[in-house]
């Protein structure tokens, strides 16, 4: 049973930064399975955020997150990452951690908010 913990989110003022963080455990995990990272503001949908496979490559990225967040993991602590830059009001709203991608095993999500 995959299980992932996820932490980082909270309170930043436009133009800060927050470090979200996933990590999964329950059994071994490839190279080439998938992690995602989603966001739900309120009223809206679920939406794709950036993904990598789990070695570090192959990252991809939303249009409007592109230059600002990177995603990447941490061999030492088995951990993968959201590092979010230049935060705007928009960007409110939980993340959630998907690993393997698009299974259906999901983080409990974090709130970030983005005052302006």
């Known amino acids: 049973q995959v299980q992932l913990v996820e932490s980082g989110g909270g309170l930043v003022q436009a133009g800060g930064s927050l470090r979200l963080s996933c990590t999964p455990s329950?059994?071994?995990?490839?190279?080439?399975?998938?992690m995602g990272w989603f966001r739900q503001a309120p009223g809206k949908e679920r939406e794709f955020v950036a993904s990598m496979r789990w070695n570090g490559g192959g990252t991809a990225y939303a249009e409007s997150v592109k230059g600002r967040f990177t995603i990447s993991r941490d061999d030492t602590n088995n951990t993968g990452y959201l590092q979010m830059n230049s935060l705007k009001p928009e960007d409110t709203a939980v993340y959630y951690c998907?690993?393997?991608?698009?299974?259906?095993?999901w983080g409990q999500g974090t709130q970030v908010t983005v005052s302006s």
């Open positions: 998907n690993f393997p991608y698009e299974s259906n095993y």
């Open positions: 329950g059994r071994t995990f490839y190279y080439f399975e998938k």
